[in-house]
C-alpha cells in the first residue's frame, strides 16, 4: 500500500520568515494531495490541495508544489504569523478512496 | 450546513467495558472514514463505506473493534471489550463523489472527534 513520509517532524520559525515541510510518497498512482492543519484539541481541516495534473498551486502565503517524478510534494508558508503555529500533516491518495497521512510536523512560529 | 458531527466528544470508561462512538455525516456525502488518531501511531485508517457499503476494513486493529452504517446519515464505531490501550482521539470524516478531479472530488471533511480515555 502507499506509504507517506514526512519531514521535518517539527520546526521552529520566527514570525515573518518561510516554513517549508516535505513529504514523500511511494505509490505512483498516486493522483490527489492534500494538506492538513490540526490546533490543538481540534479536527484537520484542509488548507490546501493539489492534484497530480498540477505542478504547482497557491493560496494567499500557502503554496503546494508537486513533483510526480520523484514523489514527493511540499507545502510552503511565507510570511509566518503566530496563527500558523499547529501541526500540519501531508496526505496521498492512490486508487482507491484512501487517504494515507504522514506522520505530522509541529510547527511553532515564534513572535 | 453543521458539518460532521460526532458524539460523545469525550468517554471516559473502565476496561473491559463497551464503547460505541457515533457519526453524522454531512448530508449528501456518501463516504464516510473512521479514523484513530494517537501520538505514537498518528493519524490511521480504520473504515471506510461508501454507500453505507463497508469497503475496506483492514485497518480495524482486531475483532474488538466493529463498525456499522445502518443508514446515510449515521455510522456507529464500537469497541467491545474496551482496554487501554485503545485510548486515542477517534475522527469521522466524510466526503462527496462530486465530480472527477472537481473541486470537491476526494476532499474529506473532519468531524471533532471522540477524546476516549480507557482506564
Known amino acids: 500500500g502507499e506509504n507517506v513520509e514526512q519531514h521535518p517532524s517539527t520546526l521552529s520559525v520566527q514570525e515573518g520568515d518561510s516554513a517549508v515541510i516535505k513529504c514523500t510518497y511511494s505509490?505512483?498512482?498516486?493522483?490527489?494531495f492534500p494538506w492538513y492543519k490540526q490546533e490543538l484539541g481540534k479536527r484537520p481541516q484542509l488548507i490546501i490541495d493539489?492534484?497530480?495534473?498540477?505542478g504547482e498551486k497557491k493560496d494567499q502565503r500557502i503554496a503546494v508544489t508537486l513533483n510526480k517524478t520523484a514523489k514527493h510534494f511540499s507545502l510552503h508558508i511565507t510570511e509566518t504569523q503566530p496563527e500558523d503555529s499547529a501541526v500540519y500533516f501531508c496526505?496521498?491518495?492512490?486508487?482507491?478512496?484512501?487517504?494515507?497521512f504522514g506522520g505530522g510536523t509541529r510547527v511553532l512560529v515564534k513572535p | 450546513d453543521a458539518g460532521v458531527i460526532q458524539s460523545p466528544r469525550h468517554e471516559v470508561t473502565e476496561m473491559g467495558q463497551e464503547v460505541t462512538l457515533r457519526c453524522k455525516p454531512i448530508?449528501?456525502?456518501?463516504?464516510l472514514f473512521w479514523y484513530r488518531q494517537t501520538m505514537m501511531r498518528g493519524l490511521e485508517l480504520l473504515i471506510y463505506f461508501n454507500n453505507n457499503v463497508p469497503i475496506d476494513d483492514s485497518g480495524m486493529p482486531e475483532d474488538r473493534f466493529s463498525a456499522k452504517m445502518p443508514n446515510a446519515s449515521f455510522s456507529t464505531l464500537k469497541i467491545q471489550p474496551s482496554e487501554p490501550r485503545d485510548s486515542a482521539v477517534y475522527f469521522c470524516?466524510?466526503?462527496?463523489?462530486?465530480?472527477?478531479?472537481?473541486?470537491?472530488?476526494?476532499?474529506?471533511?473532519f468531524g471533532p472527534g471522540t477524546r476516549l480515555t480507557v482506564l
Open positions: 505509490d505512483s498512482a498516486s493522483n490527489y
Open positions: 493539489i492534484r497530480s495534473n498540477v
Open positions: 448530508s449528501g456525502h456518501d463516504y
Open positions: 470524516a466524510s466526503r462527496t463523489l462530486g465530480l472527477a478531479g472537481g473541486p470537491r472530488a476526494d476532499t474529506q471533511y
Open positions: 496526505a496521498a491518495k492512490a486508487a482507491g478512496n484512501k487517504l494515507t
